[in-house]
Nanobody, 119 residues
Framework: QAQMVESGGGLVQAGGSLRLSCAAS????????MGWFRQAPGKEREFVGQLSWNGGGHTYSDSVKGRFSISIDSAEKTLYLQMNNLKPEDTAVYYC????????????WGQGTQVTVSS
């Protein structure tokens, strides 16, 4: 069974950095687009970024461009989200997700990890 488990969240001051990890099992990265999403209290779940299955192309939301980056360690089956220059508005529960090649939506989700940015 495919599973994804996030870790690395916590409390950080504005301007600081965190790296989130997503341990994946039952997933071949070359056949999945891997993504990160976040959801703040009372807000709709928001797309953060993704790494496409078919060549490693990256896509990021405008709100995190230049600050966040996604990487994959295929050997360790781990997806990362490096977050720099964090802002209070980045506070949210962060989720990793996987989308099968040629499928429309992300179908495999982790349980989320809390990121809180204080000012």
């Amino acid at each position: 069974q495919a599973q994804m488990v996030e870790s690395g969240g916590g409390l950080v001051q504005a301007g600081g950095s965190l790296r989130l990890s997503c341990a994946a099992s039952g997933i071949t990265f070359s056949r999945y687009t891997m993504g990160w999403f976040r959801q703040a209290p009372g807000k709709e779940r928001e797309f953060v970024g993704q790494l496409s299955w078919n060549g490693g192309g990256h896509t990021y939301s405008d709100s995190v461009k230049g600050r966040f980056s996604i990487s994959i360690d295929s050997a360790e089956k781990t997806l990362y989200l490096q977050m720099n220059n964090l802002k209070p508005e980045d506070t949210a529960v962060y989720y990793c997700a996987a989308r099968r090649a040629f499928s429309a939506g992300f179908s495999i989700w982790g349980q989320g990890t809390q990121v809180t940015v204080s000012s």
